[in-house]
Nanobody, 126 residues
């Protein structure tokens, strides 16, 4: 069974930076596409960023482009989300997700992913 554990969340001032990590353990498949989603109070969980298994392609929701960077270290089974120039509207619980894949693709929807972490709270103060 695959387990995903997020870390790195916390309280940060607007304009600051934060780096989230997601460590994957378990599972028998070596190829996972990874994604980050977030959910603010009273809102649906939304796509933030995703990366292919090979790490050669990434994509972001428009509101974080140029500020957030997703990356991965397959040797460590870990994916990262570097968050720079954060804004109060970035406040949410951030979840990482993993999808077993046989192709080097990016996935954008919640339903596409097979496994989820428990989430880590990010709060941006103004």
């Amino acid at each position: 069974q695959v387990q995903l554990v997020e870390s790195g969340g916390g309280l940060v001032q607007a304009g600051g930076s934060l780096r989230l990590s997601c460590a994957r353990s378990g599972g028998t498949f070596s190829h996972y596409a990874m994604g980050w989603f977030r959910q603010a109070p009273g809102k649906e969980r939304e796509f933030v960023a995703a990366i292919t298994w090979g790490g050669d392609n990434t994509d972001y929701t428009d509101s974080v482009k140029g500020r957030f960077t997703i990356s991965r270290d397959n040797a460590k089974n870990t994916v990262y989300l570097q968050m720079n120039s954060v804004k109060p509207e970035d406040t949410a619980v951030y979840y990482c997700a993993a999808k077993i894949v046989q192709s080097n693709r990016i996935y954008y929807t919640k339903d596409a992913y097979d496994y989820w972490g428990q989430g880590t709270q990010v709060t941006v103060s103004s």
